[in-house]
């Protein structure tokens, strides 16, 4: 049931929730483990829930008018479905693969098939812990990798993505100058 206030003997008043249909969407992928923000190794990934996190996620996201929709698994291939999903109805994507980063050519695979804008998240410094987790599949084929700023990472991820989307949504809308379009088709 869509939101809305309760009225006297059952009556309910209920509003659509309004979404701009030029609204961006921005899916956001937490890999393994992630589950357990907050109670696990707290020295390295903080004492923050994945819920608390989502909450500052989804906080932002309204004061950016971006629609996001967050997930966790701690399973490869539905990591790999929802980033396939991603490609209908999406703009971009965020993904902390977590030790995924590390091991999975098919989330790097799923990630060039869809070619959506995508961005790595890392809450730790991946490059000043051991050598295994030095290399990421992923970055390859992301527009950018944060790591070692905790749950900012994130924060900075969206704003980094919607600035990215905003401006190559200008760019497609704004005409090309005469000049520039003649030279491109090679005619003076
Ligand atoms: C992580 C870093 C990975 O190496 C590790 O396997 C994780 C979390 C991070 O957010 O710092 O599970 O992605």
Not at 12 to 29: G, N, S
Not at 124 to 133: L, V, Y
Not at 146 to 161: D, E, M, N, V
């Amino acid at each position: 049931m869509p939101p809305g206030w309760t009225l006297s003997r059952g009556i309910v008043l209920t509003y659509p929730v309004c979404e701009h249909k030029d609204m961006l969407r921005i899916r956001v992928l937490h890999g393994p483990n992630l589950n357990l923000l907050g109670t696990r190794e707290q020295s390295i990934y903080g004492t923050l829930s994945l819920d608390a996190l989502d909450s500052a996620i989804t906080k932002l996201a309204k004061e950016l008018a971006v629609t996001v929709d967050l997930r966790q698994s701690n399973s490869e291939g539905e990591l790999v479905t929802w980033i396939q999903e991603a490609r209908t109805g999406y703009d971009g994507i965020i993904i902390n693969p977590a030790a995924y980063t590390h091991t999975s050519i098919a989330i790097r695979d799923a990630i060039a098939a869809v070619g959506l804008p995508t961005v790595e998240v890392h809450l730790s410094n991946i490059h000043q812990r051991e050598e295994f987790r030095h290399r990421s599949y992923v970055a390859g084929v992301a527009i950018g990798q944060i790591s070692g700023l905790g749950p900012t990472g994130y924060l900075l991820a969206l704003r980094g993505l919607h600035d990215h989307l905003t401006a190559s949504r200008r760019q497609k809308k704004t005409p090309a100058p005469a000049t520039a379009r003649r030279k491109a088709k090679g005619t003076r």
